[in-house]
């Protein structure tokens, strides 16, 4: 069975509510009644609070579709043609994406939510393991209203759940931050096995480690979700965009992305941190996301790095990884064949906590490094603005993550004033300079990106930001889909 392609799906306008199944629209009102008013309330922390004692606990067996698996193939779920390269390919696994690959326009989030059901026919033709990640629960879906603007996660899950109820996709929760945020996931999902006449915990997730809260109390998140949890996921960019937003103003500069690298000692013990905690509770470790674009004309560079790459996640205890194209497949699944290290020591939270924000210095910037990182975050802003959450740029993929990453260093090296080459402090001005050298003021990404650099307090996500601006700046552009 062939998916269908973008073009027969309809292009509605931007004011059009979402077409949701029968099934889905139940569940997701079934879920909006009982916890919207407990998704408003859901604390905004910026410290990490003493851990209290957890009970002695392990989490669930790995899934028996994921056993073998050493590679996941994700791919963002309303582009077609990458979603039919998917099923063509010889990935065990795939992740449907709706978080930081996906841009949440109408016509995203309709093709997405339409061609499930034919997802779940081919995957199953082919054996592949299902699993999917929903959007974040910061994230509001303006095109679907529940007595109020939609909680996009739910959305998602009523969506995700509703098309495959006899055997549910496993589930990848994004961007934790506290116990109270893991377990309203894990009510929704009780909720939802509810409604669909599924046992409790049938639903497995696999919980991503992404923001410098979650990297600090992973124990308690797992424990939040243990009857369903499986396995904790390292989400590198967005943990580094948490941190520089952590550190704030109170921190030196931080250090470009080139100088992040997971053989960073500070980068070295998040990896670790979340790796201990899978060791002790039984749980699997999934490392980071393959993002290199080979080069089609020599793909051997980008091939070995990556298998590199994977060993080093090997040798730390991980056990799979993702891949961000059909083609680094075989270079992850090879990362993964060296036997399984032996189990880390123990390490106090306050050791780990010293070595998390030990950061390399970031030494005077140069105009190549403030340029390529302005330059990112706008070139990922115009194509999410176009509808398009990836981009491969320098040989690279990047998306949400990495646009959220550059943007919030910015903010921060403008605020703390960081060094450049000349000796010259970054000014706002400077910055502007900057930016406008890449795109004029009126553009969309430009305003975007203005917004999230020059402000006082380092804004939460960037497409949060982007919904706030179009409501409020009637001539700040929407994407031509519908944003």
């Known amino acids: ?81 990458a979603l039919n390269a998917a099923l063509n390919s010889g990935a065990e696994a795939l992740v449907l994406d709706f978080d930081d690959t996906f841009a949440p326009t109408r016509a995203n989030v309709q093709a997405a939510y339409d061609v499930l059901p034919d997802v779940v026919v081919r995957a199953a033709a082919s054996q592949k393991a299902l699993l999917a990640r929903p959007r974040a629960l910061y994230a509001v879906e303006e095109h679907l209203d529940f007595g109020g603007p939609a909680i996009a996660a739910l ?53 991503q480690i992404e923001t410098f809260l979650a990297a600090q109390h992973a124990d308690a998140l797992l424990h939040a979700l243990h009857g369903r949890a499986y396995g904790l996921n390292a989400g590198r960019w967005d943990y580094v965009f948490s941190l520089i937003k952590a550190l704030g103003k109170v921190g030196p500069a931080a250090p470009p992305r080139r100088a992040l690298g997971m053989d960073v000692p500070a980068m070295q013990a998040y990896a670790e941190a979340l790796v201990r905690v899978c060791q002790r509770r039984g749980a699997q470790a999934i490392g980071g996301s393959a993002a290199l674009a080979p080069d089609a004309a020599d793909p051997r560079r980008a091939l070995a790095l990556v298998e590199a790459d994977k060993r080093r996640e090997a040798a730390q205890g991980f056990t799979a990884a993702w891949a961000g194209l059909p083609e680094l497949l075989a270079a992850v699944n090879a990362g993964f064949d060296d036997p399984a290290p032996a189990p880390l020591s123990s390490e106090a939270a306050a050791q780990t906590l010293t070595r998390l924000l030990d950061l390399p210095s970031a030494g ?88 999230l650099v020059l402000t006082e307090a380092c804004p939460a996500y960037f497409p949060r930001m982007a919904q706030l601006l179009a409501e409020n700046d009637p001539t700040q552009k929407r994407s031509p889909h519908g944003l």
């Open 155 to 207: 959305c998602d899950l009523a969506a995700l759940l509703s098309a495959r109820p006899a055997q549910p996709f496993h589930l990848y929760v994004p961007k934790l931050e506290t116990v109270a945020e893991a377990k309203f996931w894990d009510d929704a999902l009780r909720l939802a096995e509810g409604h669909l006449n599924l046992p409790l915990n049938t639903v497995r997730v696999c919980i």
């Open 1 to 81: 069975m062939t998916a269908p392609s973008l073009s027969e799906h309809s292009h509605t306008a931007a004011n059009v509510p979402l077409r949701l199944t029968a099934q889905a629209q139940a569940l997701a009102a079934l879920l909006h009644r009982e916890l919207s008013g407990r998704w408003a309330a859901l604390p905004y922390e910026t410290a990490a609070r003493s851990p209290e004692p957890l009970p002695d606990y392990q989490a669930v067996p790995v899934p028996d579709d994921l056993q073998r698996r050493r590679a996941e193939l994700i791919v963002e779920a309303s582009d077609i043609s």
């Open 364 to 451: 005077p910037l140069s105009p190549g490094i403030l340029s390529d990182t302005i330059g990112l975050a706008l070139d990922v802003f115009e194509a999410w603005y176009a509808g398009q959450g990836v981009v491969v740029r320098q040989g690279r993929i990047e998306d949400t993550a990495t646009a959220e990453l550059a943007r919030a260093q910015l903010w921060q090296w403008v605020t703390v004033g960081a060094a450049l080459e000349s000796g010259e402090p970054l000014t706002p001005q400077r910055y502007a300079q900057e930016r406008r050298a890449l795109r004029p003021d009126d553009a969309p990404e430009a305003k975007l990106l203005d917004a």
